[in-house]
C-alpha cells in the first residue's frame, strides 16, 4: 500500500518530470521558466531538472530576501554551488519596502517579543515554548472561530506572516509575465495534504507543480539519486512561520517518512487503529496527522463555486 520506495524508478521519474515542463512550456509559447526558489531540497531539485533541460539563459530563479543581510541563506548558498548557476539567472525579490506597512509589530505595542515578527524571524525556541498550542490544526489553517483574545491575536499575526509568501507570489506571476516565462512551482504531495503552505502564497500557486504527486519521502529519494547534498535536502521549513527547520518534527513530532506512512494509509480511508496495527505508530501522533489531513482540504481547495 505504502508504494513510497521510488529509488529504483528514480530516473525515470526525473525524465518524467523534465518532460511535463517541456512540453507545458512548448504548448503555451513559453520563452522561459522561472522558479520559486528557495534553495531547500524541492526547489533545487527543480532547478536542477530544468537546468539539464534547458539552456541556462531559459531560467530564472527568483529568490525572497527581506533585508540586504539574507540575499544568500546557508541553504541558498549551498543550493546555488552546487547547481553552479550564476548570478546573472538568479532575481532577487525584496519585499521588505512592500511588507513593512504591514508589520505585525504594530498588533501589539510594546509587547513585540510575545508576536512573531513579519520580518523578523523567530527562534524555534520561542515557537516551541510559547506558541505551539495556539497553532496547531484549525488555527494554523485560519479556520474555525478563535476562543480567546490570545488566539484571536495569533489569527492576525498568522495573516501578516502569510503576506510575505503571498507577496512573493505576485512578483513570481510579474516576472514570469513581462519576460513570458513558464510558472513552476514547488510544492509536494505532503505539504499539500496536511496544508503545511500558505493558500495562494509561494509554492501553491503557479503554471506546472512539478512535484505535486511525489511525498516528502519520495523528493528525498530525488534528491539522493541527484547527489544533492545533505545540508540541502534535510532541511524542511516552514513559510507560515519563520524560524522551523523542520515543519514536520515541529508540528506532528514525527519524522517525514512517519508522516508520509500516514497519509498513505489516511488516503485509503484506513482508520486510526488500523494505521497504528500497520505502522505501530501511536494513535496520538496519527490522530494529529488526520487533524491536518481533514483541515486542508480548505486550504489546497480552489474557491468555491455553489451551484445556483
Known amino acids: 500500500m505504502e508504494n513510497l520506495d521510488i529509488g529504483a524508478q528514480a530516473s525515470q521519474i526525473v525524465e518524467k518530470i523534465s518532460n511535463a515542463i517541456e512540453t507545458s512550456k512548448e504548448?503555451?509559447?513559453?520563452?522561459?521558466?522561472?522558479?520559486?526558489?528557495?534553495?531547500?531540497?524541492?526547489?533545487?531539485?527543480?532547478?536542477?531538472?530544468?537546468?539539464?533541460?534547458?539552456?541556462?539563459?531559459?531560467?530564472?530563479?527568483?529568490?525572497?530576501?527581506?533585508?540586504?543581510?539574507?540575499?544568500?541563506?546557508?541553504?541558498?548558498?549551498?543550493?546555488?554551488?552546487?547547481?553552479?548557476?550564476?548570478?546573472?539567472?538568479?532575481?532577487?525579490?525584496?519585499?521588505?519596502?512592500?511588507?513593512?506597512?504591514?508589520?505585525?509589530?504594530?498588533?501589539?505595542?510594546?509587547?513585540?517579543?510575545?508576536?512573531?515578527?513579519?520580518?523578523?524571524?523567530?527562534?524555534?525556541?520561542?515557537?516551541?515554548?510559547?506558541?505551539i498550542r495556539e497553532i496547531e490544526g484549525n488555527t494554523y489553517?485560519?479556520?474555525?472561530?478563535?476562543?480567546?483574545?490570545?488566539?484571536?491575536?495569533?489569527?492576525?499575526?498568522?495573516?501578516?506572516?502569510?503576506?510575505?509568501?503571498?507577496?512573493?507570489?505576485?512578483?513570481?506571476?510579474?516576472?514570469?509575465?513581462?519576460?513570458?516565462?513558464?510558472?513552476?512551482?514547488?510544492?509536494?504531495?505532503?505539504?499539500?495534504?496536511?496544508?503545511l503552505f500558505t493558500k495562494w502564497g509561494h509554492g501553491h500557486c503557479a503554471d506546472v507543480m512539478p512535484l505535486g504527486n511525489l511525498f516528502r519521502t519520495q523528493i528525498l529519494q530525488l534528491a539522493d539519486h541527484l547527489d544533492i547534498p545533505s545540508q540541502i535536502a534535510n532541511k524542511a521549513k516552514a513559510d507560515l512561520l519563520p524560524g522551523i527547520q523542520n515543519k514536520y518534527q515541529y508540528f506532528f513530532e514525527l519524522s517525514s517518512l512517519e508522516v508520509d506512512r500516514i497519509l498513505v494509509r489516511l488516503e485509503h480511508g484506513l482508520s486510526t487503529k488500523e494505521i497504528s496495527n500497520q505502522t505501530q505508530i501511536n494513535a496520538e501522533s496519527i490522530e494529529k496527522v488526520n487533524q491536518y489531513f481533514a483541515s486542508s482540504v480548505y486550504t489546497r481547495s480552489a474557491p468555491l463555486i455553489p451551484k445556483i
Not at 532547478?47 to 541556462?56: L, N, P, V
Not at 495573516?159 to 510544492?187: C, D, F, P, W
Request: hydrophobic share 40%; net charge negative; glycine share 6%.
Open 27 to 131: 504548448e503555451r509559447g513559453m520563452d522561459g521558466i522561472v522558479i520559486l526558489f528557495s534553495g531547500y531540497i524541492d526547489s533545487t531539485i527543480i532547478a536542477k531538472i530544468a537546468m539539464d533541460t534547458f539552456e541556462e539563459g531559459e531560467i530564472q530563479l527568483l529568490v525572497r530576501s527581506e533585508s540586504i543581510f539574507d540575499k544568500h541563506t546557508e541553504a541558498l548558498e549551498s543550493s546555488i554551488k552546487y547547481l553552479g548557476i550564476s548570478e546573472s539567472s538568479i532575481v532577487h525579490c525584496d519585499i521588505a519596502p512592500i511588507i513593512k506597512p504591514f508589520s505585525s509589530d504594530a498588533l501589539i505595542p510594546g509587547r513585540s517579543r510575545e508576536v512573531p515578527s513579519l520580518y523578523q524571524p523567530l527562534s524555534y525556541s520561542l515557537l516551541k515554548s510559547s506558541l
Open 141 to 195: 489553517d485560519m479556520v474555525g472561530k478563535a476562543e480567546s483574545e490570545r488566539e484571536r491575536l495569533l489569527h492576525k499575526v498568522i495573516a501578516h506572516n502569510k503576506l510575505r509568501s503571498r507577496i512573493q507570489m505576485a512578483v513570481a506571476y510579474l516576472t514570469a509575465e513581462t519576460e513570458n516565462a513558464l510558472l513552476l512551482g514547488t510544492i509536494n504531495k505532503t505539504e499539500l495534504l496536511t496544508g
